[in-house]
């Protein structure tokens, strides 16, 4: 369904917070000596996590841990050394390891090699982090619970043509060269809408109302940003939309993330799909989806856009011109998703399990 016709010119304690601990509990039994500098690098570099550091329950573990007992219980070669090796053998085997996730192919609890390949790579959590579909089902439905517990939603948003536009810095027209001397500093983010990325030899513009936007939509929805672009580009996005980690935190998924090429899916989403929207501009790139998307309107403020999408006009650069923040989209879908959040919690089903997202928004 499309909220808009597309035109050229016109948190305090969340369920993220119990769902990060629930994950870092399951990673942290798995990966328990680990060092100091091993997390900090994680803390530094989004909570990507190295692979290779984790030795699990290894044979040299339960050796340390037999020979321990033995020297306790009795002395060298008697019969009950046998018995008491035996019975730690069993207990640190202990049940039969479902194999929930893996890092490098070991599993995240045993430490088994694993050559099956099942399941979903979640890297933009941690870096070779894959979880099997009963994992991902158990996640998806402990968070589901600890997010409607705080009377949130799932809210996964595009960036480019939605939040904001980009352009390379070759691609400006002469009628552009003045946004140069225009660009805000990247020393207070906060505050600015227009970014020139040297770096990156790009320049962005920000949506007009992205900020309120931001700041009221995580109030009622846990909050993704999911791109098309490559993971650099999605995280310098995701810095200039929330330089102080308040609403995304590491929930950043770019293209390298997805399962199918050229499409996004809910797959690589830890919520479940009864409780999410998606603010889109491109429809296409949902199919499997199209009932949790509140198709955007375009936001073209460089003229490489217009050319993009084909228009043969002006852009709001060129008019030096931008969208109304109070009546602009990202205002006027605001209005939209705090109505969807009304009604799912406080119009529905009784049983909050029973409540679909998607029978809200289409609705008559």
Known sequence: MSFVTDSPVHSSSTSSDDFAALLDAELEAASSASSPREEADSDNNHHEYDDTDDDFDSPSKKRSKTEKLEDIEEPQGSTTQVLVEEKIEVSLKGDICKHPGSFGQMCIICGQRLDDESGVT??????????GNDEIDRLRCTDMKNLLRHKKLYLVLDLDHTLLNSTQLMHLTPEEEYLKGQSDS???ISKNSLFMLDFMHMMTKLRPFVRTFLKEASEMFEM?????GDRSYALEMAKLLDPRREYFSGRVISREDGTQRHQKGLDVVLGQESAVMILDDTENAWMKHK???ILMERYHFFASSCRQFGYNCKSLSQLKSDESEPEGALASVLKVLRQIHHIFFDELDPDLSNRDVRQVYFSP
């Open 122 to 131: 979640f890297g933009y959590i941690h870096k070779g982090l894959r979880l």
């Open 224 to 228: 993704y940003i999911y791109t098309m």
């Open 291 to 293: 009932d949790n998307l």
């Open 186 to 188: 990247l020393q207070d």
